[in-house]
């Protein structure tokens, strides 16, 4: 069944059959072909206690226990666009006053529902796009790099994050739906709250 608009899920990372992530998020929209995610600032969520990109990777590709805390978000407003069976979202940021700050093409593996959320996984390759959408750029090419040679990734997956991400990129500077319309003037219904993780975030089926 569709999430309501204001219902809090939790968008989850799942490795190894284990939570590695946990982000509480806004519903949106959650449509048969598209899903909408409000994550504010001030939203506590749980992730791996590494510090660092590096630190970050090569326990993702070795570890097979550890533990998650919980961290305050604190940078950014995001709006983020999924679509079903795509191998990406495409994120907006805004600062804490509402100014745009960029478009992000988020590689990750599509989107899984399940009782309480969805799950998923980062691929670590990103694609950051100026919020006037005049130019872009790559991100994280390393932390892929780095991955492969601890073989988290195979030597043919930065190519094919790259075609996932080119794909993304394309709908928002192509202006597909939803990016048919201006999202910079975007606000939340000032109703919703601030997302908590909801009960069961910690449950993985299996």
């Given amino acids: 069944m569709a999430f309501a608009p ?3 899920v939790v968008l989850r990372e799942i ?3 284990r939570v590695w992530a946990a982000r509480p998020a806004t519903v949106v929209e959650d449509r048969d072909d ?7 600032i ?4 749980r992730a791996p206690d590494a510090d660092g990109h590096e630190a970050l990777i090569r326990t993702k590709a070795t570890s ?3 533990s998650l805390v919980e961290r305050t978000w604190t940078a950014t407003h995001v709006l983020s666009f999924a679509w079903p069976g795509a191998g990406h979202a495409v994120l907006h940021f805004w600062d804490e006053d509402w100014r745009p700050i960029a478009w992000y093409v988020n590689v990750q593996r599509p989107l899984r529902r399940f009782a309480v959320g969805f799950d998923t996984l980062d691929e670590d390759l990103d694609l950051v796009v100026e919020p006037d959408r005049s130019s872009w750029r790559w991100k994280d090419e390393e932390d ?3 991955g492969t040679s601890l073989g988290l990734y195979a030597e ?5 994050f790259r075609d996932e991400g080119a794909r993304g990129r394309d709908r928002l500077l192509a202006r597909e739906p939803p990016f048919d319309r201006e999202w910079a003037g975007w606000r939340p219904d000032p109703a919703w709250p601030v997302p908590t993780l909801p009960v ?5 089926a299996g």
């Fill in 15 to 17: 490795l190894r059959r």
């Fill in 144 to 146: 892929v790099e780095l």
């Fill in 64 to 66: 097979r226990s550890w």
């Fill in 42 to 45: 001030g939203m506590r969520w």
């Fill in 156 to 160: 043919d997956d930065l190519g094919r």
């Fill in 34 to 40: 598209l899903q909408m995610f409000y994550v504010p």
């Fill in 6 to 8: 204001g219902t809090a």
């Fill in 200 to 204: 069961g975030w910690d449950r993985v």
